[in-house]
């Protein structure tokens, strides 16, 4: 692939190569390697940038998330893996591969990624060009373009930027993590007459934006890495520019915090600011870059285990979300409102009335994140509600349910939260929130200082009639209004008794390390989720050895837990019919004779990033059906979610949800057709045929109401179902 220019439109697989070496025993034959199946559905991403179904800007938007998907790769992954060759780790992963091995064969695939995002973006830009949309070059600065940009450039960027020499009086700067900048080779004459060289460095500030579009009719943008190397004889007046080159850095963004650490927020405040100046993973520089600065740059920015790569194209690839924002309508998605839940309606907005009539099951984004909001600002200004308690992974920075939460403890409730600090790259978010939810009066939890707080659960105490009542909102994603516009989500909301008293445990459990040795509904990690999946699916094989009717389906992000992958291969073995829906890392490997004969996994990459995770098991009786046990879950089959991280198991027993979730939202994924990959024995992925009728799970969604939702209106006019194609799957 190296030196393609784009993906053909009929390409039937991706990831050419295995997704691990040949195995030297059955046990490493039984999985793919983690970090080169994370590297395949980054392609899978990539891949959609060249679909010309998508309007244009979508396509870009694509090219743009596979850029930042990459980064962050680089800067925990790759660099996870450099850490552990330099500690002489030789211990293999499942598949068999040493850290070493490992990384060279991720960098392998890396510089394959690299050039068919760069051949990917010239494909763009030629037919975004022809669509009225330009990243300018020469042909397209006309003399007004240029003087606004010469004049934008002296009264906005040069008085932010600095250039400096780089000499033995000026010390080496420091290059943050994702910095970009340029490096200047320039000429004076000496003092004696003799022309003297130097090498500037400009580094360019993150509160810049990446690209300026020209003022006009005709959408023109321009890199601001492109307009300081234009206009550079401003900066350095008295000199002569001799060569220029475009770098940027990576560095090591994880962070590690000690078990004994006695401040948590201190802790990571120091380790937000140490995660700044981490290792050099990857310097990147442009392929015509001038030798003299790159040798210095190199020199300097040398330490064990970085990688210099040299980019023919544009350095940072994310950074094309600021064209995607050009407001023309006409190359983007249709835009899509989502829809509120007639059921909360038909109570007059009151959640609390809707749902204490019957369980509700929200799939978001068709259905509208508001509601998951208005639950929580109503318990705020509700007089009989006398406790809310919520976990919060990731709010993101506009959380009307923060503000929900300030109210309610300035209006006298009791307002527990539980903040997690260390949700990635949310860390200094989630710590100004907590700050502020203190400051109104919250108590603020930040939960285990080695595990994850990754549940989503609020639950609500109201004073009624009756008595105390718990009302309850479990969810698959987070609490963050943005991502909920995006991603596929399900929240569940419930005033059984039973998933209150379980609610509680949970909390009990994050605040005051009280472990829930029995729970009546919730599967809770780590104390007993893996137990529970891993019992419901050795039922599914003892029935199949039986002779009943058995079969599982899920859906999930990643599957890696060596233990569960096994269960699902003796599943496989004893009979069980399994099919799997998995967006990302999958190191199971389907189809192989006499270990997973009976199992098929897909993945499905389109216009909203599937996140929720379902799980169903036929329970002796044909699936899908009213036997099938069905669960939601926080959690993915990983590791780290079963033994290290807080997570939340729901059962749906709820006849209405139940079907929802499992003949409505599981069987249209398993049926898709137009945006599916089906994983092979071999680690590459085959986009799905559409056959004579193809299914967009997607499309579906947007123009189907769901079955929980809609209150009275189901007898009105029905619910357009699954039923007639269910034989597809």
């Not at 835009?335 to 749902?355: K, L, T, V």
Request: net charge negative; with cysteine.
């Amino acid at each position: 692939m190296t030196g393609s220019r784009s993906l053909p439109q009929d390409r039937p697989t991706l990831m050419d190569s295995p997704l691990s070496a040949t195995a030297s025993s059955d046990t490493t034959a039984h999985y793919f390697n983690r970090e080169l199946s994370w590297l395949a559905f980054n392609d899978r991403v990539l891949a959609e940038a060249c679909n010309a179904d998508y309007p244009l800007l979508e396509r870009l938007r694509f090219l743009s998330i596979s850029g930042s998907n990459l980064d962050e790769f680089l800067m925990i992954r790759v660099a996870g893996l450099v850490g552990q060759v330099q500690r002489g780790i030789e211990k293999p992963s499942a598949d068999g591969l040493t850290p070493e091995q490992q990384l060279s064969q991720v960098r392998e695939k890396l510089a394959e990624l690299n050039d068919r995002q760069q051949g990917t973006l010239r494909d763009l830009r030629e037919m975004l060009a022809v669509a009225g949309i330009h990243m300018a070059d020469d042909r397209r600065i006309d003399r007004e373009a240029h003087e606004w940009m010469r004049q934008h450039f002296l009264d906005e960027i040069m008085p932010v930027i600095t250039p400096q020499a780089l000499d033995p009086a000026h010390p080496f700067p420091f290059i943050a993590n994702e910095g970009l900048g340029v490096l200047f080779t320039v000429r004076r004459k000496g003092q004696k007459g003799k022309d003297e060289d130097l090498v500037e460095m400009v580094l360019i500030p993150s509160a810049l934006p990446r690209f300026l579009r020209v003022p006009g009719d005709e959408a023109i943008y321009i890199g601001i890495e492109s307009l300081i190397t234009r206009f550079a004889d401003y900066l350095f007046p008295g000199f002569k520019v001799r060569g220029s080159g475009v770098f940027r850095v990576l560095r090591d963004s994880d962070i590690e915090i000690e078990e004994e650490a006695e401040d948590l927020v201190r802790t990571f405040r120091s380790a937000i600011q140490r995660r700044r100046r981490g290792q050099v993973i990857q310097l990147e520089m442009e392929s015509e870059f001038d030798a003299t600065a790159e040798a210095l740059l190199r020199d300097r920015l040398a330490s064990p285990g970085a990688s210099f790569v040299k980019i023919d194209g544009m350095l940072g690839v994310s950074g094309l979300a600021d064209i995607v924002k050009e407001p023309r309508p006409d190359l983007k998605f249709d835009a899509y409102s989502p829809r509120y839940p007639e059921r909360i309606r038909e109570h007059d907005g009151d959640c609390f009335a809707a749902i204490r009539e019957k369980d509700i099951v929200i799939h978001h984004p068709y259905e509208s994140f508001d509601v998951v909001v208005d639950f929580v600002r109503q318990a705020a200004n509700d007089r009989n509600v006398v406790a809310i308690k919520q976990a919060l992974y990731r709010a993101g920075n506009q959380s009307e349910v923060i503000e929900a939460l300030v109210e309610a403890a300035e209006n006298g409730k009791s307002v527990t939260a539980v903040v997690e600090l260390k949700a990635r790259f949310d860390e200094e978010q989630n710590l100004y929130w907590a700050n502020k939810l203190e400051r109104a009066g919250v108590q603020v939890i930040y939960g285990f200082v080695d595990w994850k707080t990754h549940a989503k659960v609020a639950m609500v105490v109201r004073r009624e009639e009756e008595g105390f009542r718990t009302y309850c909102h479990f969810g698959t994603g987070n609490y963050h209004p943005v991502t909920a516009k995006i991603y596929t989500d399900l929240s569940y909301f419930t005033a059984d008794p039973r998933f209150g008293r379980d609610a509680a445990k949970l909390f009990n459990f994050v605040t005051g390390y009280v472990e829930p040795h029995e729970t009546e509904m919730l599967g809770i990690s780590p104390v007993n989720l893996r137990q529970v999946l891993s019992e419901l699916i050795e039922t599914e094989a003892r029935n199949a050895r039986k002779g009943k009717p058995s079969g599982i389906w899920a859906k999930m992000n990643q599957l890696t837990d060596t233990d569960m992958i096994e269960k699902l291969y003796a599943a496989s073995e004893a009979g069980v019919e399994i099919q799997l829906v998995v967006r990302g890392i999958c190191n199971l490997r389907p189809g192989v004779p006499g270990l997973s004969d009976n199992i098929r996994v897909k993945s499905i990459i389109g216009r909203f990033l599937e996140h929720s995770r379902i799980f169903a098991f036929a329970n002796g009786a044909p699936i899908p059906g009213k036997q099938t046990r069905v669960y939601i879950s926080s959690a993915d089959m990983m590791e780290r979610n079963l033994d290290r991280r807080v997570e939340q198991l729901v059962p749906l027993e709820n006849q209405t949800v139940h079907d929802q979730v499992l003949q409505q939202v599981l069987l249209a994924n398993l049926l898709d057709t137009e945006r599916s990959w089906e994983l092979q024995p071999d680690g590459t992925y085959e986009r799905s045929e559409a056959g004579e009728k193809p299914f967009n799970c997607h499309e579906y969604f947007m123009t189907n109401p769901s079955l929980s939702g809609r209150g009275g209106a189901l007898e009105a006019g029905g619910v357009p179902t699954l039923a007639l194609r269910r034989g597809a799957v």
